[in-house]
């Protein structure tokens, strides 16, 4: 449980991940490089960037999505966040965010990534700085009820089809 680890983790899965668009291959290329230069990159500290981790929390049928309305950001995305020293892997981050800021016990991690995004913020450093966002699956159990964190102005199930004006949410097909 260390910045090596998580690195390694990060390392492991984006080396793994075979993503189809010609973007994602780009994308994941860059996020290699990026770990390749920077050895504690998977923590908030790196404050050129970081990797963040971000579940895409979606109910046992998977119809629906669960999203929060972030206050920094202002949009409704995903729920995620920083990885934390004591987190062994990138996957563990994700689990540990989703169920701190969904209030839900038992979410269940799909195995591998998801997907990645790249955004530029000011996060809790109160500096600019870039989040490079692993994703992964997470799902709910039945009749799972989100409870609101302090995270979030906002958290509620969204139809996948049906996702509300602004969202910045990565869905795969």
């Known amino acids: 449980m260390s910045a090596e680890s998580l690195h390694a983790s990060a390392t492991e899965l984006l080396t793994d991940w075979q993503p189809a668009a010609g973007p994602d291959r780009s994308l994941r290329e860059a996020m290699l490089a990026f770990l390749g230069s920077a050895p504690q990159g998977c ?45 062994e892997t990138v996957p563990d981050a994700a689990l ?29 450093l109160g500096v600019p700085t870039r989040h490079l966002d692993l994703l992964f699956e997470v ?20 139809p996948v089809s049906e996702l509300p004006p602004g969202a910045d949410v990565l869905l795969v097909p």
């Open 43 to 87: 923590l908030r500290a790196h404050a050129p960037g970081h990797i963040t981790a971000s579940a895409i929390v979606l109910s046992h049928d998977r119809r629906e999505i669960l999203l929060t309305l972030h206050p920094r950001v202002g949009r409704w995305i995903q729920l995620g966040g920083h990885c934390e020293p004591e987190d």
């Open 96 to 124: 540990r965010e989703a169920v701190e800021e969904s209030g839900i016990p038992d979410l269940r991690l799909a195995p591998g990534l998801y997907g990645a995004q790249a955004h530029p913020i000011t996060c809790s």
């Open 139 to 158: 799902v709910a159990p039945p009749g799972a009820v989100p409870v609101r964190s302090a995270e979030s102005a906002d958290l509620r199930w969204w």
